[in-house]
């Protein structure tokens, strides 16, 4: 699954992202690229508890 996530403007901040999804789902792949602000993400979690853990952490997909 893919999320745009404006706020993503930095390596610091793909690291965040990162950490807010592993922490739903430890084994996620995550490729998080801050120029497009794209996030590709492979998991068997659900998008939404995702998208919450992304929003909580501050970076909400849009």
């Known amino acids: ?9 930095c390596d610091g901040c793909a690291r965040g992202v990162t ?5 739903v789902d430890p084994s996620a792949v995550v490729q998080a690229d801050p120029p497009s602000r794209k996030v590709e993400v492979t ?3 659900q998008r939404a508890a995702l998208a919450e853990a992304l929003a909580d952490a501050g970076f909400a997909p849009t």
């Open 19 to 23: 950490k807010a999804i592993q922490a």
């Open 43 to 45: 998991s068997s979690a």
């Open 1 to 9: 699954m893919q999320f745009h996530i404006e706020t993503m403007t």
